[in-house]
């Protein structure tokens, strides 16, 4: 209360945005900090307030987002009471933050502020909280702030090892089949351009993870694909025929390497990755680099011999040609005059020349996406990657638009989860803020049945959806909608779209069973993915 | 293979460091079969004493992990050679069993002493490696221990750089 008093102040000054769930809060702050380079501040109430901030913290922590929350707490005589809407937050929060603090001194708060936005942003960024108790809130004090910089027990630039980075550019040079893995740390460090001369100055092929996609562009010559279990098929096969892997600011999560015993295991692994507790966490590098991606590129892509990997990189377009010739093959004996889920985002990346900010929620249209827009641009891909977190995307669209605000924001979801946050399509009313929605509807929760047929006899347990009138719901918060089932008429709904001032709600009809291939199965190895 | 391993973690003096600490060993399903803390030879740095059985690679990742921990200066691993380590354990039983002259052979044969003598019970105290106060503990139980209690383990590590020679590289890093 005496913190939402002062803010009432600051109208002019702070933009607050009301939600409508302290989940869609913070989900919001998180598309902010991912398109925006800055860190998402978050308030919420005790008690009950600060506990639905739970899942976004967890999905801020593993997808390393910077946020700075910043909760009520009761009044310090009070705590361990029991007391009115009092909840042990930091307890509950130490696991899933990078960092939090009780405030129970008003003179605490300019010190903690500054250190909570210096620890969110710095390093491997990830999301703090700090719980300040009521009287802490009402007490008077006397103002001075400093801005954070240093703190002893915490060091977020490490230094380079120039001997690590000459071993790494010595397996370079040598290397017949180097294959390169990037993940969001590039954009996280900004470099995207050292990224590309290094890229282009070795003649390696580059394949994203789901966070990376965008830090390097979609139509590069150089880029071959994406990683994982529902990724590209080159490069989840070159991974285990390459001889030198070489992985940037990623983490070699499960969902891309399959099983670990079957991965890359005749290669030899650059790791460059700024958490040191990621290397040798999973894939044990050879040389491991505890490094910020900019400046280990910078000095890498100067230690390197200027370098084409021709034979090389017509593998995996051959590999790429299979792929592409097995899903084809696939889509004409499934012939149906149902939309594809595929169909609906190559046009839209096509309209869009893939330079609009996508934000996805978690399933098969989040793979889709993945797949088949066209990511050229850096921070263009806002989806939950580490946590799978259904839900995200319609409040992470709304926070991405505060943060890009000239940008054309886009948020595909399914229909499941887009039931999950919907009602913040009232902050989208409130606050009147453009953000283009569509929902890919095949009235089941996709992925899991995707999985039930391939893997428990479709057995469809508790997977297909009834939905309500989606046009409907939209027009009761005042937003346009439409809805469309026939291919005939896609290109000029997602145009009516995109054309439309402010925000829109448009739901495609697709096909109800169908699967998201290529996949890595559960426990499978890199190498055996299936094109069908 | 698993073995037992010290863990040492030195902090800044923070509220709740206890538990971010054992929750990183929590997550990975190890159990922690001691834990000790106090003020270390810095003013205001902790240290924190945990013992468990694992695997080098477990440890290792945990350690990785507790130094990812903001208010943490620093963690170390050292397996049972690397270290000279200490437990102190207090054994509480009936007076009267002082008139009998074998509790007074039991507690000089090994090297235990007696902290008070109340005139209903008294305490003794031995420090050394587990089995040694486990030792004792066996040699007591005839008497009937009434109550008993043992520390987590304490530990200085071999090697000679100290602390504070850490701390200046961090700060010199920083």
């Given at each position: 209360?005496p913190?939402?008093?002062?803010l009432?102040d600051y ?22 900090a ?24 967890a ?5 390393s987002t ?9 009044a ?7 007391a009115?809407q009092?909840?042990d ?18 003179h ?6 500054a ?15 700090i ?13 001075y702030?400093?801005?954070c910089?240093?703190?002893?027990s ?5 230094e380079?090892?120039k001997?690590s ?12 089949k180097p ?22 100055k070795?003649?390696?092929?580059v ?10 562009p ?13 990724g ?7 991974t285990n ?9 990623m983490?070699f ?10 991965y890359a ?5 650059i790791?460059?990755?700024i ?9 044990k590098?050879d040389?491991?680099?505890?490094a910020?991606?900019k ?5 890498l ?17 051959s ?12 889509a ?23 330079e ?9 249209h ?14 263009s ?10 839900g ?7 926070g991405?638009?505060f ?16 039931q999950?946050?919907v ?44 939905s ?9 918060y005042s ?14 709904a ?5 054309n ?11 096909a ?11 426990g499978?190895?890199?190498?055996e993915?299936?094109l069908? | 293979?698993?073995k037992?391993?010290t863990?040492s973690?030195?902090?800044e003096?923070?509220?709740?460091m206890l538990?971010?600490?054992?929750i990183i ?26 013992v ?9 990742k ?29 054994y ?7 008139t ?9 044969e090994?090297y235990?002493?007696i ?7 008294m ?8 089995e040694e106060?486990?030792?004792?503990f ?6 009937g ?7 987590g383990?304490v530990?200085?590590?071999k090697?000679?750089?100290e ?6 590289e961090?700060?010199?890093s920083n």
């Amino acid at each position: 209360m005496p913190i939402y008093d002062a803010l009432y102040d600051y109208t002019d000054s702070i933009n607050h945005v009301l939600v409508r769930h302290e989940q869609g809060a913070i989900h919001a702050a998180q598309g902010y900090a991912r398109v925006s380079d800055k860190t998402g501040v978050v308030f919420a109430t005790s008690g009950p307030g600060a506990t639905n901030l739970i899942t976004g913290l967890a999905d801020a922590l593993i997808d390393s987002t910077p946020l700075v929350c910043i909760t009520g707490q009761v009044a310090s005589h009070l705590l361990g009471t029991d007391a009115f809407q009092e909840t042990d937050i930091i307890g509950i929060s130490a696991p899933i933050t990078k960092w939090n603090y009780q405030i129970t001194k008003a003179h605490e708060i300019p010190s903690v502020i500054a250190k909570a936005f210096f620890i969110a942003s710095s390093g491997r960024p990830g999301p703090v909280l700090i719980d300040i108790t009521k009287d802490a809130q009402f007490e008077s004090m006397q103002f001075y702030y400093e801005k954070c910089t240093k703190i002893r027990s915490y060091y977020p630039n490490p230094e380079l090892n120039k001997d690590s980075v000459e071993e790494a550019a010595k397996l370079i040079n040598q290397a017949k089949k180097p294959f390169l893995l990037i993940g969001q740390g590039i954009m996280l460090s900004n470099a995207e351009k050292e990224l590309k001369e290094f890229v282009e100055k070795s003649g390696i092929p580059v394949a994203s993870t789901l966070l990376g996609l965008g830090a390097f562009p979609k139509n590069h010559p150089l880029y071959v694909g994406y990683l994982g279990m529902h990724g590209d098929y080159a490069p989840n096969i070159k991974t285990n025929e390459c001889d030198v892997l070489i992985a940037i600011g990623m983490r070699f999560d499960d969902r891309v390497t399959g099983d670990v015993s079957r991965y890359a295991k005749q290669a030899k692994v650059i790791h460059i990755e700024i958490d040191a507790s990621e290397l040798h966490k999973i894939i044990k590098a050879d040389v491991p680099i505890h490094a910020d991606a900019k400046e280990a590129l910078k000095l890498l892509t100067a230690s390197i011999n200027k370098n084409q990997h021709d034979l090389w990189l017509e593998e995996f377009k051959s590999a790429k040609k299979t792929e592409v010739d097995t899903l084809k093959q696939s889509a004409e004996i499934l012939h149906s005059e149902e939309l594809k889920m595929n169909e609906v985002i190559e046009l839209l990346s096509e309209i869009t020349h893939g330079e609009a900010i996508v934000v996805t929620d978690v399933g098969q249209h989040q793979m889709m996406a993945a797949r088949y827009y066209q990511f050229n641009k850096s921070k263009s891909n806002i989806t939950s990657g580490g946590l799978g977190t259904m839900g995200f995307a319609l409040p992470a669209a709304i926070g991405a638009k505060f943060g890009a605000p000239k940008n054309t924001v886009i948020a595909i979801i399914g229909d499941g989860g887009f039931q999950m946050t919907v009602q913040e399509l009232g902050t989208i009313l409130q606050s009147k803020i453009d953000v283009k929605i569509v929902i890919l509807n095949n009235r089941f929760l996709g992925m899991v049945r995707q999985w039930q047929q391939l893997f428990f006899e479709k057995r469809y347990s508790f997977t297909e959806m009834i939905s309500p009138d989606f046009v409907a719901l939209a027009k009761a918060y005042s937003i346009e909608a439409a809805k469309i089932e026939n291919r005939a008429n896609l290109k000029d709904a997602l145009l009516k779209m995109l054309n439309h001032e402010g925000s829109y709600l448009l739901e495609v009809m697709v096909a109800k069973e169908e699967n998201v291939f290529p996949m890595v199965p559960t426990g499978a190895s890199v190498s055996e993915i299936r094109l069908k | 293979m698993e073995k037992i391993y010290t863990v040492s973690v030195f902090t800044e003096n923070s509220i709740g460091m206890l538990n971010r600490i054992t929750i990183i060993f929590t997550r990975r399903h190890l159990n922690i079969d001691s834990i000790t803390a106090s003020e270390s030879e810095v003013k205001d740095v902790f240290r924190y004493t945990i013992v468990l059985r694992t695997s080098k690679e477990q440890v290792d990742k945990v350690i990785g992990q507790i130094e990812k921990l903001v208010d943490v200066l620093k963690a170390f691993v050292h397996e049972e050679s690397e270290i000279v380590h200490q437990e102190i354990a207090l054994y509480k039983i009936k007076t009267d069993n002082l008139t009998n002259g074998s509790v007074e052979k039991v507690i000089r044969e090994n090297y235990a002493r007696i902290l008070t003598v109340d005139p209903m019970f008294m305490v003794i105290e031995k420090t050394g490696h587990v089995e040694e106060t486990q030792l004792l503990f066996e040699k007591l139980k005839p008497f009937g221990i009434l109550e008993f209690a043992r520390s987590g383990r304490v530990a200085v590590t071999k090697p000679m750089k100290e602390l504070s020679t850490y701390l200046k590289e961090i700060e010199k890093s920083n």
